[in-house]
């Protein structure tokens, strides 16, 4: 783990030098002012990849709340690269778009894009990831509520493993916005649990196969194991298939997200419980909330949007189709 982190430190210290360098880079070009922005009809989105359902899921409803209004929108996927997503911000702000969608890729881009689009007056609507650094000034954050549903999904699983026993906690990359919340609103929930005791920690950064080879391990050491908390339903996934694997019965595994998969787990025993998320919701916000700034009406748009997320259970898993939360294009 010493030499892991030691790792993600510098890869971390070379992306925020490279950030600066592209930012020094950029300052010196004279970018279109984007303050007059009543009549402009076009809306960037600089989101940090196009593979993750959630990420599809918030694209898709952003467009269709585009088009539903008659708004064009420019969407640039940074395929999970910090540098590339600050330079498609500065494309998109050369196009003269008049606000700024941005689902980042970690928090140095997200601090780099948003003052970027700060310096050319265009206003930017975050979605997922939190700028955790920087001065940037954001028109509104949506995002999940992850610290309640951390909360609310751990203190049904302890509720249902009898108040007591051994537990484990897969974590996502640790120092992102998701996953500094969720292990908060888990710990929240261990307060009210003394005689829970968590027996194994592993960050397995949201992948399905990094958490199956983590539970192995977590399995191995922890004969007693009653739960894995995942703060991911793919690793949630993954846990449980280590266990069935290992020929491990009677556990539980949880996790947040609300995948089709997930679904189909639960509904076939495989995991117990999951968060839903509702990013086909989110995106279409996010249009919405943009088009009001761009229409003179930013007062009314709040500075915090958490949205709730939805606890799926084999009791109501029937009633909880992925659609519901990922849109009627989910594959």
Known sequence: MTSGTNTLRLAAVATLALTTLI???????????GGDTKDNKV??????????????????????????????????????NSSQQVNQVQDLIT???????FTAQDATSAAAGVKLANDSKIPVVAVDQKPESGNGQLATYIATDSVKAADKLCTWLFDKIGGSGDIAILQGPLGATAELQR???????????????????????WDETKAFNASQNILTANPNLKAIFAESDAMA?????????????GMFFVGIDGFPTMLDAIKGDLTQATQAQQP???GQLAVKNAI??????????????YQDTVLVTKENVADNNAAKFYGPNFK
């Open 43 to 80: 809306i960037g989105v600089s989101v940090a990849d196009q593979k993750s359902l959630f990420y599809v899921a918030a694209v898709d409803g952003m467009k269709q709340a585009a088009e539903a209004a008659g708004y064009k929108l420019v969407v640039l996927s940074a395929d999970n």
């Open 95 to 101: 196009q003269q778009v008049g606000a700024l969608i």
């Open 23 to 33: 930012i020094s880079g950029c300052s010196s070009t004279t970018a279109p002012a």
């Open 237 to 249: 996934l993954g846990a449980s298939k280590a266990a069935k694997q290992a020929g491990r019965t």
């Open 183 to 205: 292990s908060q609103g888990c710990n929240d929930a261990l307060k009210k649990y003394p005689n829970i005791k968590v027996v194994g920690k592993e960050s397995a950064g």
């Open 280 to 282: 086909y919701l989110m």
């Open 292 to 305: 009001s700034i761009l229409t003179g009406k930013g007062s009314t748009v709040p500075k915090l949007q």
